[in-house]
């Protein structure tokens, strides 16, 4: 059985990006992807309630928006085995450096990640299609729009493995540092999805189960994309069934940081149905303007999670080798990019506020609350773009603890803070009970930083054990 890794001196190589790079030049080849890969897929999300807006039925509109935390689940069952599996294969390619034995247990991991994904989606998706009917009305689905919502909903569900599958194969390759061919099969995703959209609702007029089916159909493309690079350039990912194992040391690290992402996606489901919830009550002005607020927000946010997200491999390479100094020359890097960009666009559209409100509300009544709603949100995502980046370094680290307790403090925190702040500060204490819970979420992860360090080095100094007083010692510098 071969154990070979490719060279990591090899300049432009995805393992180079990881291994030895200008720290400027790995965090472009890592990042911008994601952050593009993102950015298309948001522009899709509008392009793609525009195919339905088309069909002038406001019920069929309800039945996307009812069935959307369908996807929100979907993602967390991949994010289980996708996010974990990821995060353990980078630190191996790390420790092969050191030990190139290390580069065998890569096949099994990836194989446990995809299949375990497909089992759980299909387990998640029948049960579902078995209770379709108490799962429609719990998301909200009443009256005429039950059987739109029943269609979108059943679709997606058969759906589910392809779904759990697809996300998976995406982590397992940015794992490897090729973020340049996420971005392609994510847009190449996209791109499929607007042809089947254009022919399932436009040209055979089947509404929106024919919008879920041309999701399901293109994550089917994204399989193949991924499943065909990783068979032809990957020399250590393995998909076979033949290497799928249930060994504890898989397992482990796996769901340790997996199941931090199961909850995480829990928890913004249910914080989503609540916000929105109580900003109903206060008619729809005021929800549309918060509606408006999260989309601009966006493109900052998306940047940012590129950032975020896509440092992880190197951050967990770097652990796993024992490379002490490109760990903290990450981190830092990192850290001020994040910064900088959060700076940037918070200035840019604290300034330009109301001229930027007024492209998407037409009501001038508005503007003053959109302001305020801005700003809370400006200053939520410098608060969150740092709280991703600790949750990521946890995530690399394998330290399976902190990275669950970061993935679940913003809910258990913001469903408490928004139903008191209602009801003491009205409007405005919704409007600032995301920006106090990033605010304690960010506290709450540096505290953990700060708690974690001795554990990081001394899981630094197993991976260069040749290091490890080195490494020691400089963490406690």
């Known amino acids: 059985m071969s154990t070979a890794i490719p060279q990591a001196d090899t300049v432009g190589s995805n393992r180079w990006y990881l291994a030895s790079a200008p720290m400027v030049r790995a ?204 068979t032809r350039h990957s020399e250590n990912v393995s998909l076979a069934p033949k290497w799928f194992t249930l060994s504890p040391a898989v397992l482990k690290p796996v769901f340790g940081v997996g199941v931090g992402e199961l909850l995480q996606s829990a928890f913004l489901i249910v914080t989503s149905l609540v916000l929105n919830n109580l900003a109903a009550n206060y008619g729809d002005g005021p929800l549309a303007a918060m509606g408006v607020a999260v989309r601009i927000a966006q493109v900052p946010e998306f940047l940012i999670m590129g950032v975020t997200l896509g440092i992880l491999p190197l951050l967990a390479y770097s652990f796993g080798k024992g490379d002490a100094a490109r760990l903290s020359a990450s981190i830092r890097s990192s850290a001020v990019t994040v910064g900088a960009i959060a700076l940037l666009f918070s200035i840019i559209v604290f300034v330009f506020r109301d001229q930027v409100f007024s492209l998407f509300v037409s009501d001038r009544s508005l503007l003053g609350l959109g302001a305020i709603i801005i700003t809370a949100q400006l200053v939520s995502m410098i608060f969150n773009g740092f709280t991703g980046l600790i949750t990521s370094l946890f995530q690399a680290t394998g330290r399976a603890l902190p990275a669950t307790v ?72």
């Open 27 to 230: 965090l472009i080849h890592l990042c911008i992807p994601m952050a593009a890969a993102m950015i298309v897929g948001a522009v899709y999300n509008v392009i793609n309630a525009g195919f339905i807006g088309s069909l002038h039925d406001p019920i069929l509109l309800a039945a996307v928006t009812f069935g959307s935390p369908i996807l929100g689940l979907v993602m967390a069952v991949g994010g289980v085995f996708g996010v974990g599996g990821s995060a353990l294969i980078s630190r191996l390619l790390g420790a092969a450096e050191n030990d190139p034995a290390k580069a065998a247990e890569i096949k099994h991991v990836s194989s446990f990640a995809v299949w375990g994904a497909v089992i759980a989606g299909a387990i998640v998706g029948a049960a579902g299609l078995i209770f379709l009917s108490p799962l429609v009305a719990l998301l909200g689905a009443h009256g005429a729009a039950v059987p739109a919502t029943s269609a979108f909903v059943g679709v997606m569900l058969a759906f589910v493995p392809v779904l759990a599958a697809a996300f998976c194969l995406e982590q397992i390759v940015r794992a490897e540092g090729a973020a340049r061919q996420v971005m392609i099969g994510l847009i190449a995703s996209t791109v499929a999805n607007l042809v089947f959209d254009v022919l399932f609702i436009l040209v055979l007029h089947w509404g929106v189960a024919g919008a879920a089916l041309a999701v399901g159909l293109s994550n089917v493309v994204t399989i193949v994309y991924f499943v065909t690079y990783l």
């Open 406 to 477: 970061m993935s679940v403090t913003q809910g258990v925190l913001f469903i408490p803070i928004v139903i008191l702040a209602n009801l003491w500060f009205g409007l405005d204490g919704i409007i600032w009970a995301l920006t106090v819970s990033e605010g304690l979420v960010l506290v709450a992860g540096l505290v953990m930083w700060f708690a974690s360090r001795g554990a990081i080095a001394r899981g630094l100094a197993e991976g260069s054990p040749e290091r490890a007083d080195e490494v020691l010692e400089g963490a406690d510098a």
